[in-house]
């Protein structure tokens, strides 16, 4: 009587991450068009998604922006209608606390102007020297100057005025800030007040603007995300559900079912990454070279916050990646379960 032989089923092997990359490399070179086009739908959903932001982000910049240079165009009007042009004039500086930034710039925009020389005296020594310009102190801050312009957010109460604009050439004094102590304590001269405070209606009506544009932001990203969701997912399932039958034949030469979901997640965050950064790149693209044309490419460049638009950046590199992810999770998981011959069998 012959004795049967037991054979020994030996454990299925688990291959290792780089096996699989090798494999999902392998298989993006084998079906460059189907990857391309895969890469491509994900690319045109992030792109919407960033052009949206960048578009908010620009037109908001180019806004300010254009503001600013009115405001700017006004100061320099009031301050020249007393002084007249400040070619080869001097002006004198008295910097009180810290700068705003449109003090900043209606500083910059005065030197552009062809002085011969700006003196500048600080109030808080703490605060840094200014490099380009002829740091005096307070007796000598007016002499031979057209005006002296009051900057910064400070006290300058305990100022003289009569006596430092004594040996001025224009006893003229411009204030950049309506609030400034200077007006209480400023006589026997000009005084021009640069800037303005908004009225109380103008307050209001802004705050009513800002929160309609706020609102009309939020939705328009909320649609872009729906849209970018739709849109990845449906290029994300289809690349998966069309290759059943290359499971089914991974299955039975003895992959697992945790290699198989392994080289779905990889592929798909391939794709996603590359197809969001190809998304990223146009999004910013286009809306820049689109305002670019109609505006300049000094003033869009000039008002856009780039450190924002990398977070935007940032922000749809993520989305990109965690969507494809997701998206090729469900089907890959379902795939990885279905037993090899039902998904030899598949059509789809």
Not at 33 to 41: K, N
Not at 130 to 147: G, H, I, M, Q
Not at 195 to 210: I, T
Not at 308 to 313: A, D, E, H, S
């Amino acid at each position: 009587m012959t004795t049967p032989q037991h054979q020994t089923i030996h454990e299925q092997v688990s291959l290792p991450v780089s096996v699989a990359l090798e494999v999902v490399l392998q298989g993006i070179r084998i079906r460059l068009g189907r990857s391309i086009v895969t890469i491509l739908g994900v690319a045109l959903g992030i792109a919407f998604l960033m052009s949206i932001l960048t578009t908010q982000l620009v037109t908001q910049g180019v806004s300010d922006e254009e503001k600013t240079r009115t405001e700017l165009v006004r100061m320099l009007s009031f301050l020249t209608a007393d002084t007249g042009p400040l070619h080869e004039r001097t002006l004198g500086v008295i910097q009180a606390g810290p700068l705003n930034p449109l003090e900043t710039r209606f500083l910059q925009t005065i030197r552009e102007q062809g002085l011969t020389r700006l003196q500048w005296t600080l109030l808080n020594k703490s605060l840094p020297a200014p490099k380009d310009a002829d740091v005096v102190d307070l007796p000598a801050v007016a002499k031979d100057a057209s005006a002296v312009i009051v900057v910064g957010d400070g006290d300058s109460s305990a100022v003289d005025w009569s006596a430092v604009l004594a040996p001025a050439r224009q006893k003229v004094i411009a204030i950049t800030r309506p609030n400034t102590s200077a007006t209480q304590t400023f006589a026997g001269g000009t005084l021009v007040t640069l800037s303005r405070e908004l009225r109380a209606d103008e307050k209001v009506s802004l705050a009513a603007a800002e929160k309609r544009e706020r609102a009309r932001s939020i939705w328009i990203i909320v649609v872009s995300l729906l849209v970018t969701v739709i849109g990845i997912s449906n290029s994300m399932l289809m690349s998966v559900t069309e290759r059943f039958r290359e499971i089914g034949t991974m299955k039975c030469l003895g992959a697992l079912s945790s290699f198989i979901r392994r080289l779905f997640l990889i592929e798909s965050t391939l794709i996603g990454t590359m197809g969001a950064l190809l998304g990223v790149a146009f999004g910013i693209l286009f809306p820049v070279l689109l305002y670019s044309s109609s505006y300049g490419f000094g003033m869009v460049f000039s008002s856009l916050s780039w450190g924002t638009l990398g977070i935007y950046g940032l922000f749809s590199l993520v989305v990109g990646v965690l969507l494809s992810m997701v998206a090729a999770v469900y089907p890959a998981r379902f795939a990885s379960r279905m037993v090899p011959a039902a998904a030899l069998r598949s059509n789809i």
